[in-house]
């Protein structure tokens, strides 16, 4: 069975046990963090000992491994959330790509296709495929997955460039590929048709923010298409009630999809968009206690079976990671 790398080391995809498929630890605005040290109330002692706590009582509810979406843009720091997981008994995988609605960082404005030297993307594609192979850099800890995100803006130029360079690495690399979708404009589909029209295996692809949308025939064509359903906004209810949100999975439950849905919270232990107080305050049940304390037993009482949870949180992340990696015969090689 294919190893997955996580901060234990590479395991066996059939050894992830529960995963929660789309968590963060810290997302830091990078360019804010470092003109202005501490901003946002950030104290690396006081948030490590914070983020051990939490993700210590998240091991405590049941979950063994969680991926961490926090890529550059986001201010991906895979040392710190190691060391923050040290101890807890919780594995973290980590992920590569960038994020943004619109645009790259001026650097990319100058160099790649169309630009000064109009080169192919090595630039970006050469960033991404190093996470995945070599490591992020010298922590020795390598991507599990390689992510896109496309917002309400859709696919702007940028956007589209960073999900061609994606799909590249991706068949280059064989690893699988998780998205942040703008579920209300229905931008899942977009990323479907950019990345099997490269050529990417959708039944290696997980469209995310899924549960920021009740409309069945949307959420039903991503699972035609191949792809699974990232219900990876739980206990956040910034479009989609909290109570509208367990009657769609229900009957995505019920119509037998268990097999293509994987959870999550989207949460970080500390965010510099926001202080816990706001969030409070905002999303009081955007807890990383969501999950196991108030939507699994929801869904164990409107019917959902221990198998079809298991499934979800479990089998689906295990198939994910294992499935035939979708990268093109070598250069070369026979038919
Ligand atoms: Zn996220």
Redesign the pocket.
């Known amino acids: 069975m294919p190893q997955v790398p996580t901060t234990a080391g590479d395991i066996e995809a059939g050894e992830l046990g529960v995963v929660l498929m789309?968590e963060?630890v810290f997302i830091r605005t990078e360019t804010l963090q470092s003109g202005w040290p501490g901003f946002g109330g950030w104290d690396t002692a006081a948030e490590l000992r914070a983020a051990r706590d939490r993700l210590g009582r998240l091991r405590e509810a049941g979950v063994d491994t969680i991926l961490d979406?926090t890529v550059p843009g986001l201010g991906r720091d895979p040392a710190l959330v190691a060391q923050a997981a040290e101890g807890t008994g919780l594995r973290i995988m980590f992920a590569t790509g960038y994020y943004t609605y619109d645009n790259l960082p001026f650097p990319f404005q100058f160099r790649g296709p169309g630009k000064i030297l109009d080169g192919d993307d090595h630039v970006l594609e050469s960033l991404f495929e190093r996470d995945l192979t070599v490591g992020i850099g010298d922590t020795g800890l390598r991507a599990a997955v390689l992510k896109v995100v496309t917002d309400e803006p859709g696919m702007t130029p940028d956007v589209e460039r960073i999900a061609n360079a994606v799909a590249s690495v991706a068949l280059r690399t064989g690893a699988p590929v998780c998205t942040?979708a703008h579920a209300p404009t229905r931008r899942g589909l977009e990323q479907q048709r950019l990345l099997a029209g490269r050529g990417v295996d959708l039944g290696r692809v997980v469209i995310g923010h899924s549960n920021e949308s009740t409309d069945l025939d949307y959420l039903q064509q991503i699972i035609d298409n191949g792809s699974y359903l990232g219900w990876d906004r739980c206990g956040l209810q910034l479009t989609v009630p909290l109570e509208a949100q367990i009657d769609t999975l229900v009957a995505l439950c019920e119509r037998g999809y268990s097999g293509r849905i994987m959870l999550a919270h989207?949460k970080a232990s500390f965010m510099d968009w926001f202080t816990n107080d706001e969030i409070g305050f905002g999303a009081p049940d955007w807890q990383y206690s969501y999950i196991p304390s108030t939507m699994l037993p929801a869904l164990r009482e409107r019917g959902v079976s221990q198998d079809q949870i298991d499934q979800m949180l479990i089998g689906n992340p295990r198939d994910f990671f294992s499935a035939p990696a979708s990268a093109p015969p070598a250069a070369g090689a026979a038919g």
């Open positions: 789309h963060h979406m942040h989207d």
